[in-house]
Nanobody
């Protein structure tokens, strides 16, 4: 059973940066894809980014392209999401997910979800 733990959330001003971490246990990263979703207050769950499985390439939502970047540290079994030039619209609860997605942007393609971490961006 894969367990995911997110960290790195917080409150930052618009234009600031945060780096979220997703650390896995149970199975090593590389045998599955890691993705990120977010849900803002009163809004639907939204795809943010994925390391990719079927595509073999990282995928990003249009709203975060050029600002968010996924990277990994295989030694620590951790995936990072660097978030730069943050906007108030990025305020949400962010979830790390794991699975074997045929469609990376679909939440139904991921079997394992972390508990999330809060990101708040002030204007």
């Amino acid at each position: 059973q894969v367990q995911l733990v997110e960290s790195g959330g917080g409150l930052v001003p618009a234009g600031g940066s945060l780096r979220l971490s997703c650390t896995g246990s149970g199975r090593p990263f590389g045998t599955y894809a890691i993705g990120w979703f977010r849900q803002a207050p009163g809004k639907a769950r939204e795809f943010v980014a994925s390391s990719g499985w079927s595509t073999g390439k990282p995928a990003y939502a249009d709203s975060v392209k050029g600002r968010f970047t996924i990277s990994e540290d295989t030694t620590k079994n951790t995936v990072y999401m660097q978030m730069n030039s943050l906007k108030p619209e990025d305020t949400a609860f962010y979830y790390c997910v794991a699975g074997w997605p045929r469609v990376p942007s679909s939440p139904y393609e991921y079997d394992i979800w972390g508990r999330g971490t809060q990101v708040a961006v002030s204007s």
